[in-house]
């Protein structure tokens, strides 16, 4: 009689194990994790990663796509403790590292752990890892339209631009933007400031009291201090042209365009390339081509109709121009670099 | 070229970046001088901005703000005092974690109360009638054309110099900062002073958080001082503990401040990183300077233990 309960017993483990071996398998969800230096609501670099994680949520369905988001973590060493947690956890199909700041941990995490799928930015750089994937924005497209809309607009011929710091896409946003400022006229003045902060709101807000106190009638600016900027933009009634994200809402009346990372489309691809067996060792830019960078007009500049399709139009007829290679923003060697793909790429 | 970046929008600027540092950096005296560091300022300025911003914009009143501002500053005032003088805790370790839970909480609320970057109207500029206009050097531009906020700092720089040096309260304060146990002695309650100072030291930081986000700015962002509260406290080394020398010290920080804006504004051939620098390059140089003939509070820092 001992021999059969053990026996059922034995034949009812076998079949739970079999049963929760088959549940894990169908545990498809698809899951990610990011760190991003500023928070989720900065209406710029943060926000347009969290956004994208967020829309894809949206389209896969929560029971497909799942993912943790730990904002504000500028310093490095917080990061590298979440990012390291995370892929020793294996609960995650992919890392991300949002920012620039993060390479050199990828470069030390990722062969670490082979089998976790690492993506970082703003860079092209996979380091030759076949499990690291890279992206980045060309941000001067964006940056060029802007400033061209932006040159037909003012009246005072003077244009005021905050910058953070002289590096990354911040950099070819402004120098996008000055490009395309020029190539409607030159003879307008573009006033530029690098306060040296991300994050620094009082000072890119009297960065952008001294333009206007200088003449500017339009502002434009990039990272998530602009939100100072801003506030000033629609304070002296001036015209507010924005980058990364959506800024319309706080600009009110004052925005008018705006280049939005579309980081969903890249993200698509990387997750194909996960589920499809490939790691990483591949880079992607964001590009008005591929549909990452993104021109929309503020529905809250009151624009009328006909005033709104010519500038649709105007906006398209540019992008046209820069897809096509006829107007060359920057030269090679100081435009966003082409995408990488090494030869190790795949697991 | 010196007309150029010399023009009154520059002062104008200077005037209105100085604001919050002579309002943290007062309280940051009054408490000093009793002999209690405070460096939790950053943080209580964090929560007043948060709370007087948030006022604002629920109930459109920057009155409001301000005043739910100062109710904050105080009660973060009265639990730093509380850590710092009943418990005697390190001063310096207690301030930072004043600071990291007002960088935290309000944080949290941001996201969790507003969630997005928004304007609210907050203090407009006050013209003051008569003096506004007065084009002269462009006074008018530079004094005159100011918030209430600006007004109300520059006008405590004077009051906290006569009650520091002119009061009863002031010698009290200033007894307590040097010799807590001559002043008990006296019959001067040390601990209700240093409260009375800390929890001032609280309201003047909110206030100085609120002059940000509903006067200066008008908008509300994570982390939105960005470090300025520990520039205040080190204004107040920076000025001997003395208003005025406060004054000094925010007026020459903002002024270099508005001249690097002013600088890379007009397009001038330097470098934005060294622009950026100057403005703390000459703060530290005239620190230590200025520590050279330091009239620091002797008991700083000292926890007071009677009959010790």
Known sequence: ?347 | MIEQILTASVFASTIRLATPYILAGLGETFSQRSGVLNLGVDGVMLMGAFFAFYTALITGSAVLGVIAALGVGLILGLATAFISVTLKAEQGISGIGIYLFGLGMSELLFQQWIGTPKSVTGFPDIFIPGLSDIEFLGIGEIFFQHNILVYVAFLLIPLSSFVLNHTTLGLMIRAVGQNPQAADAMGVNVTRVRYATVAFCGVMAALAGASLSIALLKVFQQNLTSGLGFIAVALVYFGRWRPYGILAGALLFSFVNAVQLQISAIGLDVPSEFAVMAPYVITIIALVFASKQTEKPTALTRPFERGE
Not at chain 1, 145 to 169: H, Q, R
């Open chain 1, 1 to 347: 009689m001992s021999k059969i309960r053990f026996s059922a017993v034995l034949v009812v483990l076998v079949l739970l194990t079999g049963i929760l071996s088959a549940v894990h398998a169908q545990d498809d969800v698809f899951r990610v994790a990011a760190v991003a230096p500023s928070a989720t609501t900065d209406l710029a670099f943060s926000q347009s990663m969290f956004d994208a994680l967020t829309l894809i949520q949206a389209e896969m369905g929560e029971d497909m796509f799942q993912f943790d988001f730990q904002d504000g973590t500028f310093i490095v060493d917080d990061a590298a403790v979440a990012l390291r947690e995370w892929a020793a956890s294996g609960e995650y199909d992919l890392v991300i590292a949002h920012g620039s700041q993060y390479g050199t941990i990828i470069q030390e995490l990722a062969p670490e752990f082979p089998e976790v799928s690492f993506a970082w930015g703003t860079d092209v750089n996979t380091f030759g890892l076949p499990n690291v994937f890279a992206y980045t924005a060309a941000a001067e497209q964006g940056g060029f339209i802007n400033g061209a809309v932006a040159a037909s607009l003012t009246e005072s011929n003077v244009i005021g631009v905050v910058g953070p710091i002289e590096v990354g896409d911040a950099k070819l946003y402004v120098d996008g933007f000055k490009v395309g400022v020029a190539f409607v006229n030159a003879d307008i003045n573009v006033l530029v400031t690098y306060i040296q902060s991300f994050s620094d709101v009082t000072l890119a807000t009297e960065a952008a009291n001294a333009h206007i106190a200088n003449g500017a009638d339009i502002l434009t600016g990039s990272a998530q201090m602009v939100v100072g900027p801003i506030a000033v933009a629609v304070e002296e009634e001036a015209l507010w042209f924005g980058t990364q994200s959506s800024q319309a809402d706080l600009a009110a009346t004052s925005g008018v365009l705006f280049q939005v990372y579309r980081w969903d489309v890249i993200l698509n691809d990387m997750i194909a390339s996960i589920q499809g067996g490939t790691l990483g060792g591949e880079s992607y830019v964001l590009t008005l081509e591929n549909g990452g960078l993104e021109m929309q007009i503020s529905e809250a500049a009151e624009m009328e109709e006909e005033a709104m399709e010519v500038l649709q139009s105007t906006i398209e007829d540019y992008a046209t121009q820069i897809v096509s290679g006829d107007i060359v923003i920057l030269p090679e060697a100081e435009a966003t670099p082409e995408p990488q793909a090494t030869e190790e790429a795949g697991s």
